[in-house]
Nanobody, 116 residues
Framework: QGHYVESGGGLVQPGGFLRLSCAASGFTFSNYAMRWYRQAPGKERELVAGISTFGDLKNYVDSVKGRFTISRDNSKNMLYLEMNSLKLEDTDVYYC?????????WGQGTQVTVSS
């Protein structure tokens, strides 16, 4: 079963920058597309960004297009999310996961708080 450890979150002012990291283990990372999700208390988990196995294809939810960049390093089994021009509404817990792996554990996530 896959395991994920997210890190890099924190408290940042509006307009600020954060870089999230995700360490994946328990499966052949380079064989899977990867995704970042986010979830606020009491709300459904939202897909934020996805990346193909070799990183050549990327997609984003409309609300983060032009501000967030997803990337991966298959040699290190790492996934990243660079977040620029952060907005108050980006405040959430962020998670990473490979699609198509229903038995994987969700990581603990990393809290991103955008506040002035």
């Amino acid at each position: 079963q896959g395991h994920y450890v997210e890190s890099g979150g924190g408290l940042v002012q509006p307009g600020g920058f954060l870089r999230l990291s995700c360490a994946a283990s328990g499966f052949t990372f380079s064989n899977y597309a990867m995704r970042w999700y986010r979830q606020a208390p009491g709300k459904e988990r939202e897909l934020v960004a996805g990346i193909s196995t070799f990183g050549d294809l990327k997609n984003y939810v409309d609300s983060v297009k032009g501000r967030f960049t997803i990337s991966r390093d298959n040699s290190k089994n790492m996934l990243y999310l660079e977040m620029n021009s952060l907005k108050l509404e980006d405040t959430d817990v962020y998670y990473c996961r490979a699609p198509g792996r229903p038995d994987d554990y969700w990581g603990q996530g990393t809290q991103v708080t955008v506040s002035s």
